[in-house]
């Protein structure tokens, strides 16, 4: 499975942005699918996680009410829309995939893509 993230840009605080995550391969629909983030200087940490259903997500408390993750198994794409920005929502931000599992443990996904910056200004 290769990943491709894309939406990232610069925002107000306040703002929104949509990010979006497209897959190659046929089998998009058993993987569970992950959105992570890294911020300069900081460890890469959870930030949302998706079934391959579609029927269940989790997240981090500090985006909780403010970000909801999504996916469309036809398109082949995860999508995690960013609404309320803060400056402390900058980061770069992953896609990743895991198959038949729901985990917001990084180092168990099978494969990542290769990141969008995603800037908020205040």
């Known amino acids: 499975v290769q990943l491709q993230a894309s939406g990232g840009g610069l925002v107000q605080a306040g703002g929104s942005l949509r990010l979006s995550c497209a897959a190659s391969?046929?089998?998009?629909?058993?993987?569970?699918m992950g959105w992570f983030r890294q911020a300069p200087g900081k460890e890469r940490e959870f930030v949302a996680v998706?079934?391959?259903?579609?029927?269940?997500?989790y997240y981090a408390d500090s985006v909780k009410g403010r970000f909801t993750i999504s996916r469309d198994n036809a398109k082949n794409t995860v999508y995690l829309q960013m609404n309320s920005l803060k400056p402390e929502d900058t980061a770069v931000y992953y896609c990743?995939?895991?198959?038949?599992?729901?985990?917001?443990?990084?180092?168990?996904?099978?494969?990542w893509g290769q990141g969008t910056l995603v800037t908020v200004s205040s």
């Open positions: 990743a995939a895991k198959a038949w599992a729901v985990t917001t443990t990084a180092n168990e996904y099978d494969y």
């Open positions: 391969g046929r089998t998009f629909s058993s993987y569970g």
């Open positions: 998706i079934s391959w259903s579609g029927g269940s997500t």
